[in-house]
């Protein structure tokens, strides 16, 4: 089992509709998560962070960690065709990562149609 | 205006050699890195470095080489013995472990995508 998955999609959705990107992972150690956006041919920005457990929301976008489960989502309210990029999860267990420890999942290509 | 500048942005190579990429940033960061990007992939860990004059193999070091002679420039270097060259690089930087101020957020450059014919 790898020790983050994501459904690479590609995910195609309307305008307006209400978008659920997800992660599942195997290390019980892992703490700190993030979801990077990556336009086409540009390089991955962070859009949200989340330490533990629990929800974060920010504008349009919400992460939410179940350590429980080991399963973390990504939920984006009133998508609108900008939105349309690739999201990469990410999870460290180490404070900090310039251990080079921080693993990504192989990210989820979505698609905002107008 | 702070970031991360990567040049080339593309680049081919012929068989056998040796190409440089260059990564310099301008955000005072300690920590810097290499990533690989192949499609269905996601991104895979080459080297990193936390401070000048060090660093440390990542996932998938063989066939490349770095040096940090400068806290600003993280050159990657993809030798002829890289067996399949042909990706999509990306260097990133973040604050590193100083002060535990390091929320481990990277800073990626906009990539430099390389093409061996």
């Known amino acids: 089992q790898k020790e983050v998955e994501q459904d690479p999609g590609p995910l195609s959705v309307p305008e307006g509709a209400i978008v659920s990107l997800n992660c599942t992972y195997s290390?019980?150690?892992?703490?700190?998560f993030m979801w990077y956006r990556q336009y086409s041919r540009k390089g991955p920005e962070l859009l949200m962070y989340t330490y533990s457990s629990g929800n974060k929301e920010d504008g349009r976008f919400t992460a939410q960690v179940d350590k429980s489960s080991k399963y973390i989502s990504l939920f984006i309210r009133d998508s609108q065709p900008s939105d349309s990029a690739t999201y990469l999860c990410?999870?460290?267990?180490?404070?900090?990562?310039?251990?080079?420890?921080?693993?990504f999942g192989k990210g989820t290509k979505l698609s905002v149609k107008p | 205006d702070g970031g991360i500048t990567q040049s080339p942005k593309y680049l081919f190579r012929k068989e056998g050699q040796n190409v440089t990429l260059s990564c310099e940033q301008n955000?005072?960061?300690?920590?810097m890195y290499w990533y690989r990007q192949d499609p269905g992939q996601g991104l895979r860990l080459i080297y990193y470095s936390q401070i000048v004059n060090d660093f440390q193999k990542g996932d998938i070091a063989e066939g490349y080489s770095v040096s940090r002679e400068k806290k600003e420039s993280f050159p990657l270097t993809v030798t002829s013995a890289q067996k399949n060259p042909t990706a999509f690089y990306l260097c990133?930087?973040?604050?590193?472990?100083?002060?535990?101020?390091?929320?481990?957020?990277?800073?990626f450059g906009e990539g430099s995508r390389l093409t061996v014919l």
């Open positions: 990410a999870m460290s267990g180490h404070y900090g990562g310039s251990q080079g420890n921080l693993i």
């Open positions: 290390n019980s150690a892992f703490q700190y």
């Open positions: 955000l005072n960061h300690d920590a």
């Open positions: 990133a930087s973040s604050i590193g472990d100083r002060g535990r101020t390091d929320t481990g957020e990277l800073f």
